[in-house]
């Protein structure tokens, strides 16, 4: 990601015009994802205001498994199986399950994750003309979505756990103190 860049919404190396907009809007959001949780530890990034909470740690995982799902929903035009799925399971549901397995990752393992989905998704999007952006098939209830959409709803579904991630920050710090 060129920082000299970062807020330019422009033309990226190896991507068409559409393509280049998106690929932009999505490394701004990751970006200002990596900066709020860069020097975190581990108990911070497991950290559970109460019982029902989710950790920083969970939210970063859900991130990475909504691009793995939307990947599946828009390269391959199907629903993801349950044997994908599984893998993916605490991350998505978030949850118990994401309480009871997520847990006891550096920061590192949650940035290679995240890095290593988008590099998979930016190799899928250099391989497709921008008129697959606009491919329209039923979504949610049955309405109809493009493919732009639906990478629109995987950065702004980070930005809104990435809201979350900065009040759990202040959260810990309150208690730290």
Same mark, same amino acid.
């Given at each position: 990601m060129n920082l000299d860049t970062l807020y330019l919404i422009d033309q990226k190396d190896g991507l068409g015009?559409?393509?280049s907009k998106l690929v932009s809007m999505m490394n701004f959001t990751r970006f200002t994802t990596m900066?709020?949780?860069k020097d975190l530890t581990v108990e911070e990034l497991d950290f559970l205001f109460d019982e029902d909470a989710n950790s920083i740690g969970m939210l970063l995982a859900h991130m990475a498994a909504v691009e793995k799902v939307y990947q599946v929903l828009t390269f391959e035009n199907r629903e993801p199986t349950d044997e994908?799925?599984?893998p993916l399971l605490p991350g998505l549901d $978030?949850?118990?399950l994401g309480r009871e397995q997520?847990?006891?990752n550096t920061i590192d393992y949650y940035l290679e994750q995240l890095a290593a989905v988008r590099n998979t998704t930016i190799a899928m999007f250099k391989m497709l003309p921008d008129e697959w952006l606009f491919e329209q098939t039923p979504f949610w209830r049955d309405r109809p979505a493009n493919n732009f959409f639906?990478?629109?709803h995987v950065f702004e579904?980070?930005?809104s756990h990435r809201g979350q991630i900065r009040l759990i920050k202040k959260m810990l710090?309150? $208690?730290k103190r």
């Open positions: 015009q559409e393509f900066e709020a949780v994908e799925l599984l $978030l949850g118990n997520i847990k006891g639906k990478w629109f579904d980070e930005l710090r309150k $208690l």
